[in-house]
């Protein structure tokens, strides 16, 4: 995966102009629908290099990451399915190039939205399950857009603003940290909620 690392450097580099800002919300925007390099590692490297800004820059990763999401969520409902009920070229693209994408994930989904609705996009949103596949997903299965939009602001807006949150609190300190341990806390953290939720609804 030499090409992955190469690209995750370039996305690290932004962060040493004065655009970085501006690479920060774009590179939110297109991991929402396809880009393989989740925001976070910009974010960090960004909130790092000016502590007292890291909340505004967290701010426009999750406007970035929810626009996006929309925009992920128009590909799934245009241009993912054929008047003839099959996959449209676009989306065997998508299948054949993009990581995180897979048929078999895809089917899948639709039964966790039956089931789960807002929690599935809030998981995908906070955690490091691809969240790109879910909002295209969510666009495909017709998903209720207000519930869709509520759960991505609060579940992009959790993360990102966490990370401004440790990394003005802790100051670099918290940088190894964050890299090593924050996915497995955060999928911890949304096992234990929805955990919870489970209980509540079903033996409570």
Sequence with gaps: MNWLKKMYDWVLKWAETPYGPLALFILAFTESVFFPIPPDILLIALALGSIRKSFRFALYCTIGSVAGAFAG???GHFAWISPNGEFTRFASFFFNNIPGFSVTLFNSIKALFNQWDFWVIFTAGFTPIPYKVFTVTAGV???NLMMFFIASVVSR???????AWLIWKFGPGIKRFLEKYFNILALGFTACLIGGIVVIKYFL
């Design 73 to 75: 969520y128009a590909v």
């Design 141 to 143: 299965f017709d998903i």
């Design 157 to 163: 807006g959790a993360r990102f603003f966490l990370f």
